[in-house]
C-alpha cells in the first residue's frame, strides 16, 4: 500500500512540475504580447505624427522619402496587428491549458493524499491486529 501512495505523489509532484512549467510559458506569451502591443502603439504614434506633420513646401525627393516611409509603417503596422493577434491566441490557449493543468494537478493531488490515507489505515489496521494477537500478562 505505500508504493500506491508514493506513486501517486510522485505523480503529484510531476503535474506541479507540469503545471510551473505552462505557468512560465504563459508569462513568456504575455510579455511578448505586451511587447508587440508596446511597439504596434509606437508605430502607429509615428504614422499620426507623419500625417498630421504641417503642410510645407517639398521637393521630390522629399516626397518620395515621405511616401517610402508612411508605406514602410503601414506595411509593419500591419505585421504587428497580425503578430499581435497571433500573440493573444496563444497566451489565451496557454492560460487555458494552464487552467486544465491546475484541475489536472488538483485531482491527482487528492488521490496521492487518498492514498497515504489508505497506506496510514492500512498500516493502523495491521498494527491493531498484531496488538490484538499478542498474549496480555
Known amino acids: 500500500m505505500k508504493r500506491k501512495a508514493r506513486l501517486s505523489q510522485l505523480m503529484a509532484l510531476q503535474e506541479k512540475k507540469t503545471r510551473a512549467e505552462i505557468a512560465r510559458r504563459v508569462n513568456t506569451a504575455a510579455q511578448e504580447h505586451e511587447k508587440t502591443e508596446q511597439t504596434l502603439t509606437h508605430v502607429q504614434a509615428l504614422l499620426r505624427e507623419k500625417a498630421n506633420s504641417p503642410g510645407q513646401v517639398m521637393t521630390a525627393a522629399d516626397l518620395s522619402a515621405q511616401h517610402w516611409l508612411g508605406t514602410a509603417l503601414a506595411g509593419q503596422m500591419t505585421t504587428l496587428k497580425n503578430r499581435s493577434e497571433e500573440s493573444q491566441k496563444r497566451f489565451n490557449d496557454l492560460k487555458d491549458q494552464l487552467n486544465l493543468q491546475s484541475q489536472r494537478e488538483r485531482i491527482v493531488a487528492e488521490?496521492?493524499?487518498e492514498a497515504k490515507r489508505q497506506a496510514?489505515?492500512?498500516?493502523?489496521?495491521?498494527a491493531d491486529e498484531a496488538m490484538a494477537d499478542r498474549p496480555r500478562k
Open 120 to 126: 496510514r489505515a492500512h498500516a493502523q489496521a495491521m
Open 111 to 113: 488521490k496521492a493524499l
